[in-house]
Nanobody, 125 residues
Framework: QVQLVESGGGSVQAGGSLRLSCVASGAYNPCMGWFRQAPGKERDGVASFYAGSGKTFYDDSVKGRFTISRDSAENTEHLQMNNLKPEGRALYYC????????????????????WGQGVQVTVSS
């Protein structure tokens, strides 16, 4: 069984920064990612990290502002979010999965088998 526990959510003003963390326990999954879901909207992929190659993937909306990283020794992933925008207000979810999860459809929530409970990020203008 895989458990994912997020932390680091909060409230910031537009232009501010937050760092989300996710600690994984249980079976090892080489692919980890972050999704977000705003009220009334679908859960969208933000970023993912494939431990096998160190390759990262980002949604176009966050490129240059967000950085995903992974500490394999701690089985922890982080999402550094800089220059946050009001449209970034959402519940942010940590996700994990096998190698193929980090393929071309990494940003599809249905591809990921394991999820955290989500943390709230609020960005005020």
């Amino acid at each position: 069984q895989v458990q994912l526990v997020e932390s680091g959510g909060g409230s910031v003003q537009a232009g501010g920064s937050l760092r989300l963390s996710c600690v994984a326990s249980g079976a090892y999954n080489p692919c980890m990612g972050w999704f977000r879901q705003a009220p009334g909207k679908e859960r969208d992929g933000v970023a993912s990290f494939y431990a096998g190659s160190g390759k990262t993937f980002y949604d176009d909306s966050v490129k240059g502002r967000f950085t995903i990283s992974r500490d394999s020794a701690e089985n922890t992933e982080h999402l550094q979010m800089n220059n946050l925008k009001p449209e970034g207000r959402a519940l942010y979810y940590c996700a994990a999965g096998p190698t193929w999860t980090c393929g071309a459809s990494w940003n599809q929530a249905t591809q990921w088998p394991y999820w955290g409970q989500g943390v709230q990020v609020t960005v005020s203008s």
